[in-house]
């Protein structure tokens, strides 16, 4: 029997592969002059994603007597787009990392790691076997960049430096929309699998959505230099076998000025404001993407009681925020977002019926010259810089993947 003629089998969603890996170079896969990859990939589990590949275009506007488009020309291309997680304290802190860009710990299990944006020297790795990767025990893995990375051909241990206060320089995304299903454009099967490659990816905007009685969710929105498809098979990845259930709103408790509050919902939002226009002559994609300043903003929902958060919107007091989510309940699977000084938004609370009143507070987060060290595990004096505008503490019982 003959299959011409037979149905193609379709891609689905469920069978998405989602892989990353930092970069020593922005929009450098890491790679020897071999094509050898140094280092191994990351997989995170995700609920959807939405990079896609934007190619501007060009519409001759030449007269001719047909009145009609004789040429079009491709332009500027354009990447970019949102990865949707349910929150756990071990899948994702390295893509926290790229969000705010500075990681401090010891790699000894059960430690806590705080992550936090970067001090004036950078973001320095000690090449301890804490942030190396040892695939057999699933330790969690760093890339040790170049000092300086001139032509991104070296591989060193040591650490790597960056200008003061950057971000991290990237990381390569590698999508999997086929689960080996998709024919190439002659409509064969690909040697090994079509893999979507996006290099040059950095966290323009990181987000959180909790509420008291679901999942917590993280959106980190991503944007990048260049789409290929690649025909290639699975990469090595890192995957710890027994990765932590996600959070929940039974996890999270929440604390405003050291006092234990009923939130009905939170967000928080963390933006880089990356500049995406930034194109040379000669080359069609991105030449690079500069953060700007980093903003954190976001809301909170709470039923009115008293008139003491209302009143430090009404006066511009500032608050410290912080909110933790205890997986076992027990302090050994944590994670916990600290926001040192908030000031609140928004407007007076009304009533719009005979339902419970409620209190929305829109809030900002801003810089903590010198916040108090009993808001870090490992102590505010213990880790550089001392001031911060947003702090992440992780506790995990394992290693981070």
Request: glycine residues 12%; hydrophobic residues 35%; charged residues 20%.
């Amino acid at each position: 029997m003959s299959c011409e003629g037979c149905k193609k089998t379709f891609a689905t969603g469920a069978r998405t592969t989602f892989l990353w890996m930092e970069e020593r170079c922005f929009g450098n896969v890491n790679e020897d002059a071999g094509g050898t990859v140094l280092g191994t990939y990351k997989r995170i589990e995700l609920n959807s994603e939405s990079i896609v590949n934007e190619i501007g275009t060009f519409n001759s506007e030449s007269l001719n007597p047909e009145r009609a488009l004789r040429r079009r020309m491709q332009g500027a291309s354009s990447i970019g787009g949102d990865v949707n997680v349910e929150l756990t304290n071990n899948g994702y802190a390295w893509l926290i990392v790229q969000a705010i860009g500075k990681l401090i710990g010891s790699g000894i299990t059960a430690d806590p790691y705080t992550i936090l944006p970067v001090d004036v020297n950078g973001v320095d790795w000690d090449g301890t076997a804490g942030y190396q990767q040892d695939s057999a025990n699933y330790e969690p893995y760093e890339v040790i960049y170049d000092d300086g990375c001139s032509d991104c051909t070296g591989y060193r241990t040591g650490y790597y430096e960056v200008d003061g206060y950057n971000m991290e320089p990237g990381f390569t995304s590698l999508i999997s929309r086929d689960g080996g299903t998709i024919k190439d454009i002659n409509g064969n099967d690909f040697v090994n699998h079509g893999w979507f490659r996006y290099t040059g990816c950095r966290v323009n905007t990181w987000s959180i959505a909790a509420t008291p009685t679901g999942i917590i969710t993280s959106t980190f929105a991503i944007m990048g230099r260049e789409e290929e498809i690649v025909d290639m098979a699975v990469p090595q990845y890192a995957e710890r076998p027994e990765v932590n259930d996600p959070f929940s709103g039974f996890n999270g408790g929440v604390t405003i000025d050291g006092e234990t509050q009923c939130i009905l919902n939170f967000d928080m939002s963390l933006t880089n404001n990356l500049n995406g226009d930034k194109f040379c002559m000669g080359d069609r994609y991105r030449n690079s993407l500069p953060e700007g300043r980093r903003e954190i903003t976001g809301n909170i929902s709470m039923e009115l009681t008293d008139l003491i958060f209302y009143n430090k919107f009404l006066h511009g007091t500032s608050a410290i925020f912080t909110i933790e989510f205890d997986l076992l309940g027990d302090g050994t699977e944590t994670m916990k977002i600290i926001l040192p000084r908030i000031e609140f938004n928004g407007t007076t609370p009304t009533a719009g019926g005979n339902e419970a009143l409620t209190q929305p507070l829109p809030y900002v987060g801003m810089w903590e010259e010198s916040p108090a060290d009993s808001l870090l595990v490992k102590g505010a004096s213990t880790v550089t810089p001392n001031g911060f505008d947003i702090a992440i503490e992780i506790v995990t019982t394992g290693a981070l993947v």
